[in-house]
């Protein structure tokens, strides 16, 4: 099984700065990663598919980059809104595995 | 707009059985490989089966192998997961998700909006 490592376990940054989330793979995944974000009792949104395309409707302020082992996330200019956990998840090999995920708190 | 909506989820006694269903809307069900994903109470994600679109072809997280059942209905646009022997380690909420390439391991563009399982005596 592929373990995802997400750093930090929280991350805490005032509205308009930018964050940076990071996503090891314990192996190579290519670019078969995806990035999802998750507030208080709703299901996970896509945000970042094939590790640096933006799904549909995805804000530009959201980025992915990286390959093979190590991905980052990032958002550029933090709004209100953002204010979640988000999630990596590769795709690459049977079972699918989710990071353990980064939560982005008001600093 | 495209819509996924889980039912069948409760308070069920360890070792009984329970099945949820996912009823999907407004696209192309069988054309998509269809995924369920759990989430333990203040826990993260885990992937718990896939079924290809044409329900031939099936993976399983290690955790629910030999006890889940995932399966669909394309002609009532459902997807299903059979969950047996529970133990209280199956407690969470269970999403349905639609797979975005349709087809191997995939990301998921389209999730439902869950439906809790407990196990509890």
């Known amino acids: 099984e592929i373990v995802m490592t997400q750093s930090p376990a929280t991350l805490s940054v005032s509205p308009g700065e930018r964050a940076t989330l990071s996503c090891r793979a314990s192996q190579s995944v290519t670019s078969n990663l995806g990035w999802y974000q998750q507030k208080p009792g709703q299901a996970p949104r896509l945000l970042i598919y094939d590790a640096s395309t933006r799904a549909t409707g995805i804000p530009a302020r959201f980025s992915g980059s990286g390959s093979g082992t190590e991905f980052t996330l990032t958002i550029s200019s933090l709004q209100s809104q953002d204010f979640a956990v988000y999630f990596c998840?590769?795709?690459?090999?049977?079972?699918?595995?989710f990071g353990q995920g980064t939560k982005v708190e008001i600093k | 707009q495209v819509q996924l909506v889980e039912s069948g989820g409760g308070v069920v006694q360890p070792g009984r059985s329970l099945r949820l269903s996912c009823a999907a809307s407004?696209?192309?069900?069988?054309?998509?490989?269809m995924h369920w994903v759990r989430q333990a109470p203040g826990k993260g994600l885990e992937w718990v089966a896939i079924v290809s679109s044409d329900g031939n072809d099936k993976h399983y997280a290690d955790s629910v192998k030999g006890r889940f059942t995932i399966s669909r209905d394309n002609s009532k646009n459902t997807l299903y997961l059979q969950m047996n022997s529970l133990s209280a380690e199956d407690s969470a909420v269970y999403y349905c998700?639609?797979?975005?390439?349709?087809?191997?391991?995939?990301?998921?563009?389209?999730w439902g909006q869950g439906t809790m399982v407990t196990v509890s005596s």
């Open positions: 998700a639609k797979g975005y390439y349709g087809s191997g391991g995939d990301v998921f563009d389209i």
């Open positions: 407004r696209f192309t069900f069988s054309t998509y490989g």
């Open positions: 998840q590769q795709y690459n090999k049977w079972p699918l595995t």
